[in-house]
């Protein structure tokens, strides 16, 4: 079975910092998916970030970044030059190659403050 | 119009009353997914379907059912609604593997239910 451990449940940072959301994971698989997805305050589920095991090179979408740590099973997610936008729930989620979608972690809230 | 559509967006019940949770979707995807989010426990996956004739069980489907009714639709029923199905549920759909947007999920905007 595939597990994602966030063990952060909230932070809180102030605005234009920047933070970094921690996130591990358990598979057999050698060739897998994680990602990071946001839920603001309107609870819509957004794709932040999408990274494929089997690419070295670290994801990077404008102001988000992953540090993907093969070898340690780590996935954090930094976030530079916060707003307040920002703040919502952040989930990290895996995708181990099964036939049944994303195994999802517990979430961190993330707090930006002004 | 959004990709993925779930009715009604909230929903209050009493215990024992049969609910219908509905999703549309107009990304063309055969996968389609129910999802159930806690506080504090993520989201949690209750059926998957990957096209209308294959329903599959997920972690928690216990006191759920599900239909597929079209390669677009796919409802997620509480039989006899208790307090603690009382959650936020999100359908979903995804890319089959291998193509450039493969394994993302498109969630709709979820459905809160509240069982009293």
């Known amino acids: 079975a595939q597990t994602v451990t966030q063990s952060q449940p909230e932070m809180s940072v102030q605005e234009a910092e920047t933070v970094t959301l921690s996130c591990t994971y358990d598979t057999s698989e050698s060739n897998y998916y994680l990602f990071w997805y946001k839920q603001p305050p309107s609870r819509q589920m957004i794709l932040v970030i999408r990274?494929?095991?089997?690419?070295?090179q670290n994801a990077t979408e404008n102001r988000f970044s992953v540090n993907f740590q093969k070898a340690a099973k780590s996935f954090s997610l930094k976030i530079s030059d916060s707003q307040l936008g920002d703040t919502a729930m952040y989930f990290c989620a895996l995708d181990g190659g099964g036939a049944d979608g994303l195994t999802f972690g517990k979430g961190t809230h993330l707090i930006i403050q002004p | 119009d959004a990709d993925v559509t779930q009715t009604p967006r909230n929903r209050i019940t009493k215990t024992g009353k049969r609910i219908m949770l509905e999703c549309s979707q107009t990304?063309?995807?055969?996968?389609m997914y129910w999802y159930r989010q806690d506080p504090g426990l993520g989201l949690r996956l209750i059926y998957y379907s990957f096209d209308v004739k294959d329903i599959n069980k997920g972690e928690i489907s216990d006191g759920y059912s599900v239909s597929r009714q079209a390669q677009a639709k796919f409802s997620l029923s509480l039989e006899s609604a208790i307090p603690n199905q009382t959650a936020l549920y999100f359908c979903a759909t995804s890319a089959p593997p291998g193509g450039s947007g493969a394994n993302v999920l498109t969630f709709g905007a979820g459905s809160r239910l509240t069982v009293l």
């Open positions: 990304k063309g995807h055969d996968r």
């Open positions: 990274q494929e095991a089997y690419k070295q």
